[in-house]
C-alpha cells in the first residue's frame, strides 16, 4: 500500500461514554477517512451504536448521557462546550435502524430538513437531485405528495437517505439501516451505499458481518471489555480485518465462535 | 398393590368431585353477583335518564282567567281577530295604568299582530299552570290525569306538553316557570368556556411540552409533575374559593373591567364571566396538561430521532412533528376536560353566579348566569313546576356535553395517525 | 495496523467553507434567542400550577388566619344602667339580653373589661377595668355593652354547634355530615366498583367490555348538578316510599351519600379495573395450573396481587365523595345539624361553602372567612388523601414493572 496522505473525516480521540454511572464505550480512538465506508461491527451490547451516535452528540437526548474524551471534526473536538450540538448534526446526518419517514409527503419529508436548516436554492431541484441520489426518484416521482408511510420498507429507508443527503452532509452515520428490510431492499441500499460513498464519509453500523465485508472500506472491530464496557479491540481496513486480523478475538467472532 | 392405588384415587377423586362441585356453584353466584353489579351501574344511568326525561314531558293542568272562547267578537275567535280588535280586547281587560305603560313602552301601530296576540294571551286570559303530571303518568294513566283533573280543577283544561321546546331555548329567565327559558344561562355558558378555553388551552399544552420535551430529571420539574397530578384531586369547591379570593377580590379592578373603562354598570365588581372563566379555567388546566402529555408521549420517538438527527433544533422537532402527530390527541383531551367545565357547578357558586339575570351577557366583564347554576337554582325551588323546567335545561345540558364528546371521538377517530 | 496510522495523518484544513446553505464550518454555539424563549415561555406554563398551588395555600391560609385571629363584637343587647367613672368596677346593667361568664372580655366606648363576676338575676357586673391594653374612660349611662367572640383552634375541633353569627364554631356538626355522606356513598361505591371491575377484567368477554365501560365513562361524565337533581327527585321519594314518610325527611344525608356512591362507581371500578389488568398473566396460569376455578383465581390469585391498586382507589374516591359539593347542597339540606340520623337534614362542609357563598359575601365578614377556615381544612384532607393513595401505587408499580 502506497505511501499516500489520507484525510481524515473524522476522529475519536480516548472517547468514553457514560449513561449516568455506567461506561458504556471506553478510551476509544478510531480514525474515519474521508469519502470511505467505514464499518463497525461486534457483539450485541458493545456499545457499537452508542460510539455512532457519539459522532453526531445524538446520545445526548439521553437525559443521562455524557462523554468524556474528544472527537474531532476539521479539528474542532465537537465535545467543546462552546459547541452547537444542532450545528453538528447539520454535518453529521444519521439513517436510523427502523425507516422513520415523517408522516408527511415524500416531496416534504426531503424537503424539511433544508427548509429548516435555511436552504435558499430551488427546492424542486433539491428534492429531485437527492431522490435521484438515494437512488428512489423513478419510483417515486410520479407520487411525491404521497404519504411517505405509504412507501415500502425499503423505499422508505432510502427516502430517509435522501432526506439525509438533502441537508448536505459530510458524514452520513448509519445505524443498521438494513436490519428491518428484505434481501432484494438490502442489496438495493448496499449497492447505492457505495455510489454515496464517492460524495460522503459513511459510518455503519451493522451485525450482518458480510455486510461489513462486502461494502465497508474499514472496519472497527468492537467487544465487551471488563465490566461490560465497549472497547475498540481492532481497527483497520475491512480486507485485513476479515482475511488476517492482529487480535484471536477478532478472528472468534469473525467466524462466528462467539457473538 | 395396584388395587390399593385404584381405591386411594378412588375415594380421593370423590373428595374432590364434591368438592369441586360446591366450588362451582360458588363460582357461579359470584359471577351472578359481579354481573349484577355491572347491570346496577346500567340501570342507575337509565333511571337517572328517565327520571329526567319523566319530567321533561307530561300533562299540565292549565287554568285561565277568562275563557278565550269569552273574547270572541260578533263569534270570530281571537286567533283570527284584526289586531285593532285585539287592542280593544286589551284596552277592555287591563287596567287603564298598564294599557298606557305598555302603550308607551311601544305604539300599538309598531307592533305585529302577532305581538299583540301573545299580549292578549299574556295579560288577559293569563293562562297559570295549576298542577303538572309526569311522563309515567301521562303515559301509563291517562284516564286518571284527566279524571283528576277533572275532579280537582274543574275550569282547567289538561294538554300536553314538553317544558323542552324552541321558545325554552330562546326566551331569558323569568320569575314564572312557564315563560322561563335558558338564554341566558346557555349564552353565559359558552361566554364562561370560551374564555376558559382561552386561558387554559394554551397554558396546559404548554406545559405539557415542557415536561415532556424539555423538563429533565430535577427536583423543580420533579415538583411540577407531582403538583399538577395532586391539583387534579384537589375538590372543585376549593378552586372557586381561590377565584373569588384572586380574581374576584383581588384582582377586581381588572375582572370588574374597570381598568379598561368597562365597567357593567349594573355590578361593578369582579364577579364577571372572566373571572368565573378564569377559575374554571384553573380547576382544568392539570387535567389538560395530563391529557396532553399522554397525546405527546404516544408520538413516537423515532420521530423525535430523525428530526434532531437532521440538525433541528428542539423547538423546530416540537412544532413541525411532535405536535402535528399530538394533535387530535391533545384536542380529544381537552374537549373532555373542557365539557367537564361545562357541567361544573359548585365554584361558580362561590364565584358568585347572579342568581337572577334576565339580559344576555355581552362580554367578558358582564353579570353571568350558567346552565348548571339554573339547574341548581330551579331545583333547589320547592314548586313542581321548577323541577319541569330544571330537567328541561339538564336535556340541555346533556345534549351539550354529548355533542361535544361526539366530537371529540370523531377528532380520534379521523386524525390519528397511525405507525 | 502500525503502517496504517501513519499513512492517515491529516485533518482536512478547510476550516471556512461554504455551502449553498450559507453554513460555514463554523460549528459555534448560535445565540438562539427564539429557543431560549420559548423554552422560557414553556416553563413558565408548567409553573403556573405551583403557582396556583400557592396561591390556594396562600389565600386559604391568610384568610383562615384572620378567621382564628380577629376578634369580633357581639352586641349583648345591655345596656349601662348609669353613668360610670375610670373606677367603678361593679355597676349596673340592663337586666334582659345575652348572658356573660366571669373571665369573658366585653367592651364598652372604646374600652375593653374582663368580666369578674355576673350577677343575671339583679344585671350587676363586676369587671377588672381596661383589657387588652384599652384606656380607661368615664361611660354615659345607656352606652351599649359588646361582648367578644374570638374562635379558638380548640373549639374550631371540639365543639358540636356551628354557628358563626351568634358565635358558635364548631367544625363537628359540617364534619360529621361529611364523614356520613362519604361514607354512605363508599358503602354503595366500594362493593359495586370492585365488583364491576372484576367482571368487566376477569369475566366479561371483549365485546361486552367494549359496550360497558363507555356506559360507565357516560357515567362518570354526567355533571353533578345532575346528580342532585337525581338524588332529590328519585332517590328521596323512593326511600320515603320505602321507609315511610315519617322516617326520612325530605332533605337527608342518606339519599345524597347513595348518589354521590352512584357517581364515584366509574371511578372505582375504572381504577380497580386498571390495577387488576396490571396483574401479570403469568400469575393466572399459574392457578389455574393448580387447579383453581375461576372465582379463586380472581378473589385468591387477581385480587390480592392488585390490592394495593385497588386500595389506592378506594382511597381517592373517599377523596372525592369527601369534596362531591351540588349532591350534598341540593339534597342534604341546609343549615349544620349535628345528628347520626341519616335520615335527618344536615349540611356539609361543602354544602355550607356553596350556601354560605350562594347569598351576598360581604368581605371580611365572619362569614366570608370562615369558608376560607373550611376550605383550608377541606383543601388538606382531599391532599392528605391523594398524596396517601399516591405513595401506594406507587409501592405498587415497583412490583409489578
Same mark, same amino acid.
Given at each position: 500500500?502506497?505511501?499516500?496522505?489520507?484525510?481524515?473525516?473524522?476522529?475519536?480521540?480516548?472517547?468514553?461514554?457514560?449513561?449516568?454511572?455506567?461506561?458504556?464505550?471506553?478510551?476509544?480512538?478510531?480514525?474515519?477517512?474521508?469519502?470511505?465506508?467505514?464499518?463497525?461491527?461486534?457483539?450485541?451490547?458493545?456499545?457499537?451504536?452508542?460510539?455512532?451516535?457519539?459522532?453526531?452528540?445524538?446520545?445526548?437526548?439521553?437525559?443521562?448521557?455524557?462523554?468524556?474524551?474528544?472527537?474531532?471534526?476539521?479539528?474542532?473536538?465537537?465535545?467543546?462546550?462552546?459547541?452547537?450540538?444542532?450545528?453538528?448534526?447539520?454535518?453529521?446526518?444519521?439513517?436510523?435502524?427502523?425507516?422513520?419517514?415523517?408522516?408527511?409527503?415524500?416531496?416534504?419529508?426531503?424537503?424539511?430538513?433544508?427548509?429548516?436548516?435555511?436552504?435558499?436554492?430551488?427546492?424542486?431541484?433539491?428534492?429531485?437531485?437527492?431522490?435521484?441520489?438515494?437512488?428512489?426518484?423513478?419510483?417515486?416521482?410520479?407520487?411525491?405528495?404521497?404519504?411517505?408511510?405509504?412507501?415500502?420498507?425499503?423505499?422508505?429507508?432510502?427516502?430517509?437517505?435522501?432526506?439525509?443527503?438533502?441537508?448536505?452532509?459530510?458524514?452520513?452515520?448509519?445505524?443498521?439501516?438494513?436490519?428491518?428490510?428484505?434481501?432484494?431492499?438490502?442489496?438495493?441500499?448496499?449497492?447505492?451505499?457505495?455510489?454515496?460513498?464517492?460524495?460522503?464519509?459513511?459510518?455503519?453500523?451493522?451485525?450482518?458481518?458480510?455486510?461489513?465485508?462486502?461494502?465497508?472500506?474499514?472496519?472497527?472491530?468492537?467487544?465487551?471489555?471488563?465490566?461490560?464496557?465497549?472497547?475498540?479491540?481492532?481497527?483497520?481496513?475491512?480486507?485485513?480485518?476479515?482475511?488476517?486480523?492482529?487480535?484471536?478475538?477478532?478472528?472468534?467472532?469473525?467466524?462466528?465462535?462467539?457473538? | 398393590?395396584?388395587?390399593?392405588?385404584?381405591?386411594?384415587?378412588?375415594?380421593?377423586?370423590?373428595?374432590?368431585?364434591?368438592?369441586?362441585?360446591?366450588?362451582?356453584?360458588?363460582?357461579?353466584?359470584?359471577? =351472578?353477583?359481579?354481573?349484577?353489579?355491572?347491570?346496577?351501574?346500567?340501570?342507575?344511568?337509565?333511571?337517572?335518564?328517565?327520571?329526567?326525561?319523566?319530567?321533561?314531558?307530561?300533562?299540565?293542568?292549565?287554568?285561565?282567567?277568562?275563557?278565550?272562547?269569552?273574547?270572541?267578537?260578533?263569534?270570530?275567535?281571537?286567533?283570527?281577530?284584526?289586531?285593532?280588535?285585539?287592542?280593544?280586547?286589551?284596552?277592555?281587560?287591563?287596567?287603564?295604568?298598564?294599557?298606557?305603560?305598555?302603550?308607551?313602552?311601544?305604539?300599538?301601530?309598531?307592533?305585529?299582530?302577532?305581538?299583540?296576540?301573545?299580549?292578549?294571551?299574556?295579560?288577559?286570559?293569563?293562562?297559570?299552570?295549576?298542577?303538572?303530571?309526569?311522563?309515567?303518568?301521562?303515559?301509563?294513566?291517562?284516564?286518571?290525569?284527566?279524571?283528576?283533573?277533572?275532579?280537582?280543577?274543574?275550569?282547567?283544561?289538561?294538554?300536553?306538553?314538553?317544558?323542552?321546546?324552541?321558545?325554552?331555548?330562546?326566551?331569558?329567565?323569568?320569575?314564572?316557570?312557564?315563560?322561563?327559558?335558558?338564554?341566558?344561562?346557555?349564552?353565559?355558558?359558552?361566554?364562561?368556556?370560551?374564555?376558559?378555553?382561552?386561558?387554559?388551552?394554551?397554558?396546559?399544552?404548554?406545559?405539557?411540552?415542557?415536561?415532556?420535551?424539555?423538563?429533565?430529571?430535577?427536583?423543580?420539574?420533579?415538583?411540577?409533575?407531582?403538583?399538577?397530578?395532586?391539583?387534579?384531586?384537589?375538590?372543585?369547591?376549593?378552586?372557586?374559593?381561590?377565584?373569588?379570593?384572586?380574581?374576584?377580590?383581588?384582582?377586581?379592578?381588572?375582572?370588574?373591567?374597570?381598568?379598561?373603562?368597562?365597567?357593567?354598570?349594573?355590578?361593578?365588581?369582579?364577579?364577571?364571566?372572566?373571572?368565573?372563566?378564569?377559575?374554571?379555567?384553573?380547576?382544568?388546566?392539570?387535567?389538560?396538561?395530563?391529557?396532553?402529555?399522554?397525546?405527546?408521549?404516544?408520538?413516537?420517538?423515532?420521530?423525535?430521532?430523525?428530526?434532531?438527527?437532521?440538525?433541528?433544533?428542539?423547538?423546530?422537532?416540537?412544532?413541525?412533528?411532535?405536535?402535528?402527530?399530538?394533535?387530535?390527541?391533545?384536542?380529544?383531551?381537552?374537549?373532555?376536560?373542557?365539557?367537564?367545565?361545562?357541567?361544573?357547578?359548585?365554584?361558580?357558586?362561590?364565584?358568585?353566579?347572579?342568581?337572577?339575570?334576565?339580559?344576555?351577557?355581552?362580554?367578558?366583564?358582564?353579570?353571568?348566569?350558567?346552565?348548571?347554576?339554573?339547574?341548581?337554582?330551579?331545583?333547589?325551588?320547592?314548586?313542581?313546576?321548577?323541577?319541569?323546567?330544571?330537567?328541561?335545561?339538564?336535556?340541555?345540558?346533556?345534549?351539550?356535553?354529548?355533542?361535544?364528546?361526539?366530537?371529540?371521538?370523531?377528532?380520534?377517530?379521523?386524525?390519528?395517525?397511525?405507525? | 495496523?502500525?503502517?496504517?496510522?501513519?499513512?492517515?495523518?491529516?485533518?482536512?484544513?478547510?476550516?471556512?467553507?461554504?455551502?449553498?446553505?450559507?453554513?460555514?464550518?463554523?460549528?459555534?454555539?448560535?445565540?438562539?434567542?427564539?429557543?431560549?424563549?420559548?423554552?422560557?415561555?414553556?416553563?413558565?406554563?408548567?409553573?403556573?400550577?405551583?403557582?396556583?398551588?400557592?396561591?390556594?395555600?396562600?389565600?386559604?391560609?391568610?384568610?383562615?388566619?384572620?378567621?382564628?385571629?380577629?376578634?369580633?363584637?357581639?352586641?349583648?343587647?345591655?345596656?349601662?344602667?348609669?353613668?360610670?367613672?375610670?373606677?367603678?368596677?361593679?355597676?349596673?346593667?340592663?337586666?334582659?339580653?345575652?348572658?356573660?361568664?366571669?373571665?369573658?372580655?366585653?367592651?364598652?366606648?372604646?374600652?375593653?373589661?374582663?368580666?369578674?363576676?355576673?350577677?343575671?338575676?339583679?344585671?350587676?357586673?363586676?369587671?377588672?377595668?381596661?383589657?387588652?391594653?384599652?384606656?380607661?374612660?368615664?361611660?354615659?349611662?345607656?352606652?351599649?355593652?359588646?361582648?367578644?367572640?374570638?374562635?379558638?383552634?380548640?373549639?374550631?375541633?371540639?365543639?358540636?354547634?356551628?354557628?358563626?353569627?351568634?358565635?358558635? =364554631?364548631?367544625?363537628?356538626?359540617?364534619?360529621?355530615?361529611?364523614?356520613?355522606?362519604?361514607?354512605?356513598?363508599?358503602?354503595?361505591?366500594?362493593?359495586?366498583?370492585?365488583?364491576?371491575?372484576?367482571?368487566?377484567?376477569?369475566?366479561?368477554?371483549?365485546?361486552?367490555?367494549?359496550?360497558?365501560?363507555?356506559?360507565?365513562?357516560?357515567?362518570?361524565?354526567?355533571?353533578?348538578?345532575?346528580?342532585?337533581?337525581?338524588?332529590?327527585? =328519585?332517590?328521596?321519594?323512593?326511600?320515603?316510599?320505602?321507609?315511610?314518610?315519617?322516617?326520612?325527611?325530605?332533605?337527608?344525608?342518606?339519599?345524597?351519600?347513595?348518589?354521590?356512591?352512584?357517581?364515584?362507581?366509574?371511578?372505582?371500578?375504572?381504577?380497580?379495573?386498571?390495577?387488576?389488568?396490571?396483574?401479570?398473566?403469568?400469575?393466572?396460569?399459574?392457578?389455574?395450573?393448580?387447579?383453581?376455578?375461576?372465582?379463586?383465581?380472581?378473589?385468591?390469585?387477581?385480587?390480592?396481587?392488585?390490592?394495593?391498586?385497588?386500595?389506592?382507589?378506594?382511597?381517592?374516591?373517599?377523596?372525592?365523595?369527601?369534596?362531591?359539593?351540588?349532591?350534598?347542597?341540593?339534597?342534604?339540606?341546609?343549615?349544620?345539624?349535628?345528628?347520626?340520623?341519616?335520615?335527618?337534614?344536615?349540611?356539609?362542609?361543602?354544602?355550607?361553602?356553596?350556601?354560605?357563598?350562594?347569598?351576598?359575601?360581604?368581605?371580611?365578614?365572619?362569614?366570608?372567612?370562615?369558608?376560607?377556615?373550611?376550605?383550608?381544612?377541606?383543601?388538606?384532607?382531599?391532599?392528605?388523601?391523594?398524596?396517601?393513595?399516591?405513595?401506594?401505587?406507587?409501592?405498587?408499580?415497583?412490583?409489578?414493572?
Amino acid at each position: 500500500m502506497a505511501k499516500k496522505d489520507i484525510e481524515l473525516a473524522i476522529e475519536a480521540r480516548n472517547l468514553s461514554i457514560y449513561y449516568g454511572d455506567f461506561r458504556a464505550v471506553t478510551e476509544v480512538n478510531l480514525k474515519v477517512v474521508q469519502n470511505k465506508i467505514t464499518a463497525i461491527i461486534g457483539p450485541s451490547g458493545c456499545g457499537k451504536s452508542t460510539m455512532l451516535r457519539a459522532f453526531n452528540r445524538m446520545n445526548e437526548l439521553v437525559p443521562t448521557a455524557w462523554a468524556e474524551g474528544e472527537v474531532l471534526y476539521h479539528g474542532k473536538n465537537i465535545y467543546d462546550p462552546d459547541v452547537d450540538p444542532v450545528e453538528v448534526r447539520r454535518r453529521v446526518g444519521m439513517v436510523f435502524q427502523k425507516p422513520n419517514p415523517f408522516p408527511k409527503s415524500i416531496y416534504d419529508n426531503v424537503a424539511w430538513g433544508a427548509r429548516v436548516n435555511g436552504y435558499k436554492g430551488n427546492m424542486d431541484d433539491l428534492v429531485e437531485q437527492s431522490l435521484k441520489g438515494a437512488a428512489i426518484w423513478d419510483e417515486v416521482k410520479d407520487k411525491l405528495d404521497q404519504n411517505g408511510l405509504s412507501l415500502s420498507g425499503g423505499q422508505q429507508q432510502r427516502l430517509c437517505i435522501a432526506r439525509t443527503i438533502a441537508i448536505k452532509p459530510d458524514i452520513i452515520l448509519m445505524d443498521e439501516p438494513c436490519s428491518a428490510l428484505d434481501p432484494i431492499a438490502t442489496l438495493h441500499i448496499e449497492e447505492l451505499m457505495r455510489e454515496l460513498s464517492e460524495d460522503y464519509t459513511i459510518i455503519i453500523v451493522t451485525h450482518n458481518m458480510q455486510q461489513a465485508a462486502r461494502v465497508s472500506d474499514y472496519t472497527a472491530f468492537f467487544n465487551l471489555g471488563e465490566g461490560r464496557t465497549g472497547i475498540l479491540d481492532e481497527f483497520g481496513e475491512t480486507d485485513k480485518i476479515f482475511t488476517n486480523p492482529d487480535h484471536q478475538t477478532t478472528e472468534d467472532y469473525i467466524t462466528g465462535r462467539f457473538g | 398393590m395396584s388395587t390399593n392405588i385404584f381405591e386411594d384415587n378412588t375415594a380421593q377423586s370423590e373428595a374432590f368431585h364434591s368438592n369441586l362441585s360446591s366450588r362451582h356453584r360458588s363460582g357461579r353466584i359470584w359471577h =351472578f353477583v359481579f354481573q349484577a353489579s355491572t347491570l346496577i351501574g346500567i340501570i342507575a344511568l337509565t333511571v337517572l335518564l328517565l327520571n329526567v326525561l319523566d319530567s321533561t314531558f307530561g300533562y299540565i293542568a292549565v287554568e285561565d282567567e277568562i275563557n278565550p272562547a269569552d273574547l270572541a267578537i260578533n263569534g270570530i275567535p281571537i286567533e283570527q281577530l284584526h289586531q285593532i280588535d285585539l287592542v280593544w280586547i286589551l284596552e277592555q281587560n287591563v287596567s287603564k295604568g298598564l294599557f298606557r305603560r305598555l302603550e308607551s313602552e311601544m305604539p300599538w301601530e309598531e307592533r305585529t299582530r302577532e305581538e299583540i296576540y301573545d299580549l292578549v294571551v299574556a295579560r288577559v286570559v293569563n293562562p297559570t299552570v295549576v298542577d303538572t303530571w309526569s311522563l309515567r303518568e301521562s303515559i301509563f294513566n291517562r284516564n286518571q290525569v284527566f279524571q283528576e283533573a277533572a275532579e280537582k280543577y274543574p275550569g282547567a283544561r289538561v294538554e300536553f306538553k314538553s317544558w323542552l321546546s324552541s321558545a325554552f331555548l330562546a326566551t331569558p329567565q323569568s320569575p314564572e316557570p312557564e315563560r322561563a327559558g335558558v338564554r341566558t344561562a346557555i349564552l353565559g355558558s359558552l361566554w364562561t368556556i370560551a374564555i376558559t378555553i382561552v386561558f387554559a388551552f394554551p397554558l396546559g399544552v404548554g406545559a405539557a411540552i415542557y415536561l415532556e420535551e424539555y423538563a429533565t430529571d430535577t427536583p423543580i420539574n420533579r415538583l411540577i409533575q407531582t403538583n399538577i397530578n395532586n391539583l387534579a384531586g384537589v375538590p372543585s369547591i376549593i378552586y372557586g374559593i381561590l377565584g373569588l379570593a384572586i380574581f374576584v377580590r383581588a384582582l377586581e379592578k381588572f375582572t370588574s373591567g374597570a381598568v379598561f373603562g368597562l365597567v357593567d354598570p349594573t355590578t361593578a365588581n369582579g364577579r364577571t364571566i372572566i373571572s368565573a372563566g378564569m377559575t374554571l379555567g384553573l380547576l382544568i388546566l392539570p387535567l389538560i396538561i395530563i391529557n396532553a402529555q399522554e397525546a405527546i408521549k404516544a408520538v413516537p420517538n423515532s420521530l423525535r430521532q430523525a428530526s434532531f438527527g437532521m440538525g433541528a433544533t428542539r423547538w423546530q422537532t416540537v412544532w413541525h412533528h411532535v405536535l402535528p402527530n399530538a394533535v387530535s390527541g391533545i384536542l380529544t383531551g381537552t374537549i373532555l376536560a373542557v365539557s367537564r367545565a361545562i357541567g361544573e357547578t359548585a365554584p361558580l357558586v362561590v364565584v358568585g353566579a347572579s342568581t337572577f339575570i334576565t339580559f344576555d351577557p355581552d362580554g367578558p366583564f358582564s353579570k353571568f348566569t350558567t346552565l348548571p347554576i339554573q339547574i341548581y337554582q330551579w331545583t333547589a325551588r320547592p314548586q313542581d313546576e321548577f323541577r319541569n323546567i330544571a330537567a328541561a335545561a339538564i336535556l340541555v345540558l346533556l345534549a351539550l356535553l354529548l355533542s361535544m364528546n361526539a366530537t371529540a371521538i370523531l377528532l380520534r377517530n379521523r386524525y390519528s395517525t397511525k405507525f | 495496523m502500525a503502517q496504517q496510522t501513519e499513512t492517515i495523518t491529516s485533518h482536512t484544513a478547510k476550516s471556512v467553507v461554504t455551502d449553498s446553505f450559507n453554513r460555514t464550518l463554523d460549528l459555534r454555539k448560535r445565540s438562539r434567542w427564539g429557543e431560549s424563549i420559548i423554552q422560557a415561555i414553556l416553563f413558565f406554563c408548567g409553573a403556573v400550577s405551583i403557582l396556583t398551588t400557592i396561591g390556594i395555600v396562600y389565600e386559604l391560609g391568610k384568610e383562615s388566619a384572620s378567621f382564628f385571629t380577629t376578634q369580633l363584637w357581639e352586641q349583648t343587647n345591655r345596656t349601662l344602667q348609669g353613668s360610670i367613672d375610670e373606677f367603678t368596677t361593679e355597676f349596673d346593667v340592663s337586666t334582659t339580653g345575652f348572658s356573660m361568664e366571669a373571665g369573658d372580655i366585653i367592651r364598652i366606648g372604646e374600652e375593653a373589661m374582663q368580666v369578674v363576676a355576673f350577677n343575671e338575676g339583679e344585671g350587676i357586673i363586676t369587671v377588672q377595668r381596661g383589657a387588652q391594653e384599652t384606656e380607661i374612660t368615664s361611660h354615659r349611662k345607656g352606652e351599649e355593652l359588646f361582648s367578644s367572640i374570638r374562635v379558638s383552634l380548640v373549639e374550631f375541633f371540639t365543639s358540636t354547634r356551628w354557628n358563626p353569627q351568634i358565635g358558635y =364554631f364548631g367544625i363537628w356538626p359540617l364534619l360529621n355530615a361529611t364523614l356520613m355522606t362519604a361514607t354512605t356513598a363508599m358503602i354503595v361505591a366500594l362493593p359495586l366498583g370492585l365488583s364491576i371491575a372484576i367482571y368487566l377484567s376477569e369475566y366479561a368477554t371483549t365485546r361486552a367490555r367494549s359496550i360497558l365501560k363507555p356506559i360507565l365513562e357516560i357515567l362518570a361524565g354526567i355533571p353533578t348538578v345532575v346528580y342532585g337533581y337525581f338524588a332529590l327527585t =328519585f332517590m328521596t321519594p323512593l326511600l320515603r316510599s320505602i321507609l315511610g314518610r315519617d322516617v326520612v325527611e325530605i332533605y337527608n344525608t342518606a339519599s345524597a351519600g347513595i348518589v354521590i356512591g352512584i357517581l364515584i362507581i366509574p371511578m372505582v371500578s375504572s381504577m380497580s379495573e386498571d390495577a387488576l389488568s396490571a396483574v401479570p398473566r403469568a400469575l393466572r396460569e399459574a392457578a389455574y395450573g393448580l387447579g383453581a376455578t375461576k372465582l379463586e383465581t380472581a378473589i385468591k390469585v387477581v385480587v390480592p396481587a392488585a390490592v394495593s391498586g385497588i386500595v389506592a382507589a378506594f382511597i381517592v374516591a373517599i377523596s372525592r365523595a369527601i369534596g362531591e359539593t351540588m349532591i350534598v347542597a341540593i339534597a342534604a339540606g341546609a343549615g349544620p345539624n349535628f345528628t347520626f340520623n341519616p335520615f335527618r337534614p344536615a349540611e356539609t362542609m361543602t354544602g355550607h361553602i356553596v350556601r354560605i357563598s350562594g347569598g351576598d359575601l360581604s368581605y371580611d365578614s365572619i362569614d366570608y372567612n370562615s369558608i376560607f377556615a373550611i376550605g383550608l381544612f377541606l383543601f388538606f384532607m382531599t391532599l392528605t388523601l391523594n398524596i396517601i393513595s399516591q405513595r401506594v401505587v406507587r409501592r405498587f408499580r415497583e412490583v409489578y414493572e
